[in-house]
């Protein structure tokens, strides 16, 4: 393991107060920054010495990207806004809760007081060997050391694995998937717009990075559409302790129909992939559908559709499979059992 | 500008991970600069088959031969274009990534390299005990063609000795591709224990990280190389003057007077014709 020092290495520390600002210093030092939101992810790394920067742009002292903003009957969420602030917005419980209960269950308190959800969407892998500093395929390397006949592999991939089997640790990011979010991306040269399935790379396109950002950008908010407000949500994450933990798995469905009918759904699983993956064929197979046992073993069957475990982590099929199955059922009054 | 990129491994020994992409564009670079320069060369250079009149002489005394001579069977043809479709996709899936265009390239670049080494194999069965196998090799024998080539490629009209089946340039391009080729087959091969495939059980722990090392550096010398090769290939393959060989490689044959132009008879041994004298 790396060990944690600390006193971290040198480098120029740059706070813009406003978002030209950060956006011009982005288009200045492009590969060379490392974009700070709230540090959670960044001081590891930066303490651990496993990656270096010459130059950091904390995004904290800029004002315009915290807040959360009602735009047509759907929020705009500020990249810096914190997840506590996130979780206590009246607009989000109300409507969104299904955000509200993902990022309520992001790490701990004094954790979620510190980061942002932009942050949650955008931190690294929380694989041990990659964060080691060794020369894993992630790393730029040619090696997976958690795919190997000894690796120790329990929390990782078992989907979509292409040579790196690392997975994405956001909690928020099913949610936002769910919701059918919008990431709002903003470079000097002006904005694009991904949804939110979109903006997670696999290592079959790229190995070496999380997300569609480019070295010149900036995540500047999540848009959430009106489409699913005040649906029927479900969001449950399993992890190894109640609090201050990564998900092994975590799934997060918004849906709207009758109790005894599934009549449209949205349904998205974390941390089974490096990417958040939108369960795109349940959703169609389950759409009209009676919400029964039935259907709920049936979508669950298919969730796990081509899983590929490692050494340790075969228990997180039937975890995949069952947390689909309790999501397809519901909570409360539409709840099957 | 570095050679090969450097990493390091759990034991903390420092360990070459593969080479540098900047040869990549330094073999494109090569290439191009390798076009231009022969492309300009060749609006000045003298050229190369025989005379006319040469040629009728030759065309009168071998009246015999068949009008259209085989060059290629039609396996020969399967083999090399199979090659060229898994060489291409080698090669794209390789590198487009590296540039920036970014798509799931691993299975299709394996299922590529299978299908080269099939050819390859295939290639070296069928030439061993079905062509004529020395046709295509260079060795002491060919001094005097190189010398006569090298002036004629001076401007230089020598009379001296013609090329058997394959052009000199042909042959010393088949060496080239022979060993850089296989290079990128067998390391490719030993790189298929790293990823995941229904072939090999993945354990990339079956040689050391040394070994590993010259595997990846010597794999990815021989693809930087091969954009190098292959853009030559090409651009010999598209010029006017060569156009003739192309040809053959697609329909299999040539003309009578373009063997007798570009070919020495004694060394490349037609069958004439039964019937036509």
């Known amino acids: 393991m790396a060990v944690i020092r600390d006193v971290m290495p040198v480098f120029e520390l740059f706070q813009p107060a406003s978002l030209q600002e950060a956006l011009t210093l982005v288009d200045k030092y492009r590969r060379d920054a490392w974009v700070m939101a709230g540090g959670l992810d960044s001081f590891d790394w930066l303490k651990d010495r496993t990656k270096r920067t010459s130059v950091v742009i904390d995004l904290s002292q800029t004002r315009e990207l915290r807040g959360v903003k009602e735009v047509n009957g759907g929020l705009e969420i500020g990249a810096t806004t914190t997840l506590t602030e996130v979780v206590r917005h009246p607009s989000v419980r109300d409507k969104f809760g299904l955000l509200m209960q993902a990022a309520e269950l992001v790490a701990s308190p004094q954790i979620r007081n510190q980061g942002t959800l932009g942050g949650n969407v955008s931190q690294d892998t929380r694989c041990w060997y990659y964060r080691s500093g060794w020369s894993c395929y992630r790393a730029g390397g040619n090696i997976c050391y958690a795919d190997t006949p000894t690796a120790i592999n329990r929390e990782h991939a078992i989907l979509h694995a292409d040579r790196c089997v690392a997975v994405s640790p956001s909690d928020t990011a099913p949610a936002l998937i769910a919701l059918e979010a919008q990431m709002v991306l903003r470079s000097v040269g002006g904005e694009r717009v991904v949804e939110a399935e979109d903006y997670f790379l696999g290592p079959d396109l790229d190995i070496t990075r999380m997300n569609v950002l480019r070295p010149n950008e900036l995540l500047v908010a999540i848009r959430i559409p009106a489409t699913w407000a005040g649906a029927q949500f479900y969001f449950e994450k399993v992890r190894d302790r109640n609090v201050w933990d990564f998900p092994l798995v975590n799934v997060a469905s918004a849906q709207t129909g009758t109790p005894a009918r599934i009549e449209k759904i949205r349904l998205a699983v974390g941390a089974v992939a490096a990417r958040p993956l939108r369960l795109a064929a349940v959703e169609t197979a389950v759409a009209g559908q009676p919400r029964t046992e039935a259907t709920a073993d049936m979508a669950g069957r298919l969730a796990v559709d081509g899983a590929q475990p490692l050494r340790y982590n075969g228990y997180k099929i039937p975890l995949m499979r069952n947390l689909v199955k309790r999501a397809i059922r519901g909570t409360g009054e539409q709840a099957t059992t | ?277």
């Open chain 2, 1 to 277: 500008m570095n050679f090969l990129t450097w990493g390091r491994n759990p034991w903390g020994q420092t360990i070459a991970t593969h080479v540098s992409w900047s040869l990549l564009y330094a073999s494109l670079f090569a290439g191009l600069m390798f076009l231009v320069a022969h492309a300009s060369y060749m609006i000045l250079s003298a050229h190369r088959k025989r005379s006319q009149a040469e040629t009728d002489a030759l065309e009168a005394a071998h009246k015999d031969l068949p009008v259209h001579i085989e060059r290629h069977s039609f396996m020969a043809r399967a083999f090399h274009w199979v090659m060229a479709a898994s060489m291409f996709t080698l090669l794209f899936t390789a590198f487009l990534p590296i540039i920036g265009v970014k798509f799931a390239w691993v299975r299709w670049h394996w299922i590529a390299g299978l299908v080269l080494t099939g050819a390859i194999i295939y290639h070296i069965i069928h030439a061993t005990f079905f062509l004529d196998f020395w046709s295509i090799w260079v060795g002491p024998r060919d001094i005097p063609e190189m010398k006569a080539e090298f002036l004629r490629e001076l401007g230089h009209d020598v009379p001296g000795p013609k090329s058997g089946k394959y052009p000199l340039g042909n042959r010393l391009y088949h060496l080239a591709i022979l060993v850089v080729g296989l290079s990128a087959a067998i390391t490719g091969i030993f790189m298929m224990n790293r990823v995941r495939t229904p072939l090999f059980a993945r354990n990339p722990y079956v040689l050391t990280d040394g070994t590993w090392s010259w595997i990846y550096v010597t794999h990815g010398l021989a693809g930087v190389g091969l954009v190098g090769l292959v853009i030559a290939h090409v651009y010999f393959a598209v010029r006017p003057e060569k156009w003739w060989i192309t040809k053959g490689m697609i329909f299999g044959w040539i003309t009578r007077r373009q063997y007798l132009e570009h070919h020495d008879p004694q060394r490349w041994k037609v069958q004439p014709e039964k019937g036509r004298a």
